[in-house]
């Protein structure tokens, strides 16, 4: 795009801005399945993945210097005024945006039951109003931690206490920093997505 083909530069560079945002809107907004009820949202939710993360995806109405279409990469510059652009860094840069968004939400991710079923072991499971954590009776076969369904940190608790109740009972040896590594991803992972069901 240059001065000559009647268009603002600087408007250019501002509607390119705005489509690449856009897509990053929608990478980062409708990451979780709820916020895709209709069609048209999904559709914008797989389009912005194709559009940011496919190296061979271009853009239909923006043409580069070469009178390409238009790379994600092509979009950058002429967003930025730069000759070099990391698209590396830019979409780590929007990956950590979705992650950030999606720790903040406020989401039901677990129902934490009166008894928790793990390879044929039956945990009961008590809520404890004062617990800001979890304890484990493994002799007893009891669980004692905050059931409060508002607060996620207590969900996340009760995937990290199944986690270490599926560890025992497996003899699996584990550091105390993976096993609650390992807990937190998985419970981000079913937290992320609503495609995990038990009925």
């Given at each position: 795009?240059?001065?000559?083909?009647?268009?603002?530069?600087?408007?250019?560079?501002?509607?390119?801005?705005?489509?690449?945002?856009?897509?990053?809107?929608?990478?980062?907004?409708?990451?979780?399945?709820?916020?895709?009820?209709?069609?048209?949202?999904?559709?914008?939710?797989?389009?912005?993945?194709?559009?940011?993360?496919?190296?061979?995806?271009?853009?239909?109405?923006?043409?580069?210097?070469?009178?390409?279409?238009?790379?994600?990469?092509?979009?950058?510059?002429?967003?930025?005024?730069?000759?070099?652009?990391?698209i590396d860094k830019f979409r780590e840069w929007v990956i950590q945006r979705a992650k950030t968004n999606m720790e903040k939400k406020d989401i039901v991710t677990v129902n934490i039951p009166d008894t928790l079923f793990i390879d044929g072991h039956i945990y009961e499971v008590v809520h404890d109003d004062e617990s800001d954590h979890f304890s484990i009776d493994?002799?007893?076969?009891?669980?004692?931690?905050?059931?409060?369904?508002?607060?996620?940190?207590?969900?996340?608790?009760?995937?990290?206490?199944?986690?270490?109740?599926?560890?025992?009972?497996?003899?699996?040896?584990?550091?105390?920093?993976?096993?609650?590594?390992?807990?937190?991803?998985?419970?981000?992972?079913?937290?992320?997505?609503?495609?995990?069901?038990?009925?």
């Amino acid at each position: 795009m240059n001065d000559n083909d009647g268009v603002d530069i600087v408007d250019y560079r501002t509607l390119v801005t705005k489509v690449v945002m856009q897509g990053v809107q929608d990478y980062v907004s409708l990451a979780h399945p709820k916020a895709r009820v209709k069609k048209f949202l999904n559709d914008a939710h797989h389009s912005s993945i194709y559009m940011l993360f496919d190296d061979t995806y271009r853009f239909e109405h923006f043409v580069n210097g070469f009178e390409d279409k238009c790379s994600l990469e092509d979009m950058l510059m002429a967003s930025t005024q730069r000759e070099n652009v990391d698209i590396d860094k830019f979409r780590e840069w929007v990956i950590q945006r979705a992650k950030t968004n999606m720790e903040k939400k406020d989401i039901v991710t677990v129902n934490i039951p009166d008894t928790l079923f793990i390879d044929g072991h039956i945990y009961e499971v008590v809520h404890d109003d004062e617990s800001d954590h979890f304890s484990i009776d493994f002799e007893e076969k009891v669980v004692t931690m905050n059931k409060s369904p508002g607060n996620s940190d207590n969900q996340e608790y009760f995937v990290l206490a199944a986690f270490e109740i599926t560890l025992y009972h497996q003899d699996t040896r584990m550091s105390a920093a993976a096993r609650k590594n390992l807990a937190k991803t998985w419970f981000r992972v079913l937290r992320s997505n609503n495609c995990f069901r038990g009925n």
